[in-house]
């Protein structure tokens, strides 16, 4: 398996736009979380889902926040419209059943510059 | 906010020495597991202990873990060059990790 795939790998955009990031878990994986990781917050849990459905989205900052799951094998995260201080590496990581109990795998990231 | 936190915050090494990091936490837990991140990349498992367990082995690593405390430890022998990383403690909240800050870790050859 090629592990957990993101894309794009760094997004550079101005302020007001929208991003979309995406991920591709583990084949069999069915949990997924996206976490967000900066030099001054550290890394934070924005939102998790199982079997596709969003369990906890307590992490999510604002409303410019939103993530899907429409499958399986696919989920986006986007921030509509973007800021500054979005700016972080954004992570994807998927697991295996019984959640925590088991490791999580991490995607490679996102840099994301929001000028 | 974040459950754990690991000391110290930055360790520099020499090739050969051992390094130490600690990690504590706030609630009770089911177990906790250990990550390194090498830098720009994403977070790789390294180990878990279960709450029923007090010492853990895995090639040059060994975590512990203190309940009572609400602490846990790990210890990397021997240290090599490709040691240098951040090492990250997470406890678990139902089904979600809850990471702690991270030890940077530079090892100098």
């Known amino acids: 398996d090629a592990g957990v795939i993101q894309s794009p790998r760094h997004e550079v955009t101005e302020m007001g736009q929208e991003v979309t990031l995406r991920c591709k878990p583990i084949?069999?994986?069915?949990?997924l979380f996206w976490y967000r990781q900066t030099m001054m917050r550290g890394l934070e849990l924005l939102i998790y889902f199982n079997n596709n459905v969003p369990i906890d989205d307590s992490g999510m900052p604002e409303d410019r926040f939103s993530a899907k799951m429409p499958n399986a094998s696919f989920s986006t995260l986007k921030i509509q419209p973007s800021e500054p201080r979005d700016s972080a590496v954004y992570f994807c990581a998927s697991s295996l059943p019984s959640g925590s109990h088991n490791e999580q795998f991490f995607g490679p990231g996102t840099r994301l510059t929001v000028l | 906010s974040q459950q754990g936190e690991e000391d110290p915050q930055a360790l520099s090494i020499q090739e050969g020495e051992n390094a130490t990091m600690n990690c504590s936490y706030k609630?009770?837990?089911?177990?906790l597991q250990w990550y390194r991140q090498n830098s720009g990349r994403g977070l790789v498992h390294l180990i878990l202990i279960r709450s029923n367990e007090r010492e853990k082995h895995s090639g040059r690593l060994r975590v512990t873990l203190d309940t009572s405390k609400k602490s846990s430890s790990l210890l990397i022998t021997a240290s090599r060059a490709a040691d240098t990383a951040s090492y990250f403690c997470a406890t678990d909240n139902t089904d979600k990790l809850i990471f702690g800050t991270g030890t940077r870790l530079q090892v100098f050859p």
């Open positions: 609630t009770s837990i089911n177990n």
């Open positions: 084949s069999g994986h069915d949990y």
